[in-house]
C-alpha cells in the first residue's frame, strides 16, 4: 500500500478524471483498489486543486461572461423547403387553415394590391394564377379556380365547370379541404420550376389536360361522395377519337343530340377499351344533367 498525501493525491485524482472522463469517485475507487490507499472518493462533478486540466463544470460564470460570444448565423426562412425560391402572394383575411398549411410548403406573403380569394404563385419570371370560389357557377377565365363545393354536390358542380371549360375554356379544380388547396398551389411551384415556357401575365395555362371533347369526358365521375372516380385520361382520349373517327362527332353540342337519341348504347357501340356500362351511364348522366 501507498500514500501519496492529501493534496498529491487529489490532484492526481482530478487530473485522471479529466483525462478519462471518468468521475472522481470512479477514479478514486480504482486508484485505491491500485493501492493508494488516501485517494479520495470525492462525489464531486469536477477535479479540485491544484490540476492544470479544467473541466467544463470548473470554468466559473464569470469568465464564461468575458468571452465575447459571435452572434448566431440564422438562415433564411424558407431556405430548406423544397421549392425555396418560390413565392405565393396571397390578399389579407385569408383563412388561417390554408395559410398554415401553405406556410409548411411555400414561402409566403401578404399583398394589399391582391384580390380577394386569389394566390398568386412566383418562381423566377414565372407566375400563375390561383382564385378560390365554392362554387363554379360564375366562373371567368384567366384563372385557375379551386373549388369547395359549399354544399358537396359534386355532380352538380362538376357538370357546371365542365360547361364552363367547354364554353369559355375556365380551368378548375375541385378540391375537398383546405389542405388540397394548399397542396395544388404548391405543385404548381414544383411544375414552374421546371416549365420550359413562360406563362403570359393574367392567363391561366390547362397543363397536360387534354382539350376539346377528351376533356370534357375526362371530368366525368364514376363514383359519388368522394374526389376519386374520374374518368382515366386514356379512356376519354380514345373515347373522342372513336367519336370524331366512326361518327364524326367533333363538338359538344352533336355528343349531346347523340346521347338524347340513343342514349349509353350509342357509346358502348364505339367498342373503346375500359369503357364499359357504368362509365358510359355515367358519361349520360353527367352531359344530360340526369341525377
Known sequence: ARFLGGDTAEAAVSQVAARSGLTLYQVGRAMRALGVKDAPLSRKRGGVGNSGIM????????????????????????????????????????????????????????????????????RGDRSYLFRMSSDTQGLKPGAHWLVLPRDADW???????????????????????LDQVARHVAACATALGRAETVLREGRAICGKRETGLAGVLALVRTEQGSMGGFMPAEVASNLARRMQSFKDCTTLAHLVQQLRAERDEWLLSLGVPDFGARRAAAVCAFLLGEV
Open 55 to 122: 473541466s467544463a463544470s470548473q470554468i466559473s460564470a464569470s469568465q464564461i461572461s468575458r468571452e465575447v460570444v459571435a452572434p448566431c448565423k440564422r438562415w433564411r426562412r424558407g431556405l430548406l423547403m423544397r421549392d425555396h425560391d418560390a413565392l405565393v402572394e396571397v390578399a389579407p383575411g385569408l383563412h388561417s387553415v390554408l395559410l398554415n398549411s401553405l406556410r409548411i410548403r411555400l414561402r409566403v406573403r401578404e399583398s394589399k394590391d391582391a384580390c380577394v380569394g386569389s394566390m398568386v404563385v412566383r
Open 155 to 177: 355532380r352538380a358542380a362538376t357538370f357546371s365547370g365542365a360547361r364552363a371549360y367547354a364554353c369559355q375554356h375556365v380551368v378548375f379544380s375541385l378540391c375537398a379541404s
